[in-house]
């Protein structure tokens, strides 16, 4: 969700405002893949390095982030959406931690759509912590690391037991995975557009869809393989 910035810069307000139109913005998001039968989102709400920026922008975001869990946990059981936080948690206050175990613990029965937000996230965070754990097991158990395969080391990451994504979206003009899910994307079909975030609408996501309804995913087989032309 890249742009918040830009956007309210363009209107001569403060990046602030830009993130609260942000939130708007992920909320619509949010319903138009719920009502579109999408099984799993991920929105990178927050990166590990995003804590570089000045203090008050950090503090605002945070303030942003307990309001909008206030404000939206109830709209999100009503859809039957399960979010669940993916990232370095122990980073956050402990309010905001608890709130987030709050908001994760009223949704966890929910049955649609999963809602996984990114925050204090990083790819290459998710992917250390794994091996840090895989060493872990592998000693308490006195198993061989070796043996642990793609699907074993999968179950590691902050996303086990979920697919891996099918279409990445990136807003805001840049050309970049910027740390996102850097094991999960192996396969994932890159949208890149120049819209800013507060401004991405369901017409907008539409727009993502119908261009990744157009791509033929291979999986490293050829095009006639997957398109089943037994005579190629
Ligand atoms: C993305 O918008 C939102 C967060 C990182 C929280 P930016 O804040 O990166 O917006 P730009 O890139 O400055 O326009
Ligand atoms: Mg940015």
Not at 125 to 131: K, M, P, S, V
Not at 146 to 158: D, I, Y
Request: glycine share 10%.
């Amino acid at each position: 969700m890249d742009g918040n910035g830009r956007w309210a810069k363009a209107r001569f307000l403060p990046r602030l405002m830009g993130h609260h139109r942000g939130v708007e913005a992920a909320r619509k998001v949010i319903r138009a893949c719920s009502d579109a039968g999408v099984e799993c989102l991920t929105l990178f709400a927050f990166s590990s390095e995003n804590w570089k920026r000045p203090e008050e922008e950090v503090s605002g975001l945070m303030s942003l982030f307990m309001s909008a869990l206030e404000r939206e946990s109830a709209a999100l059981l009503r859809h039957n959406v399960q979010m669940t936080f993916i990232g370095d948690r122990s980073g956050f206050t402990p309010g905001l931690q608890e709130k987030i175990r709050q908001v994760e613990g009223m949704t966890d029965t929910c049955t649609g759509m999963r809602l996984l937000i990114a925050a204090n996230y990083g790819g290459r965070w998710d992917i250390l912590q794994a091996a840090q754990r895989a060493c872990q097991q592998a000693a308490d158990e006195g198993t061989d690391i070796a043996s642990l395969g793609e699907a074993g080391f999968g179950k590691l990451l902050s996303t086990a037991g979920l697919p891996d994504p099918d279409l990445f979206i990136r807003t805001g003009g840049e050309r970049r995975i910027s740390n996102f899910l850097m094991w999960q994307l192996a396969y994932a079909e890159l949208y890149f557009t120049d819209v800013l975030w507060p401004e991405f609408d369901a017409n907008c996501l539409q727009q993502a869809f119908a261009d990744f309804a157009n791509r033929q995913r291979r999986f490293g087989m050829t095009g006639d393989q997957v398109s089943g032309d037994t005579n190629a």
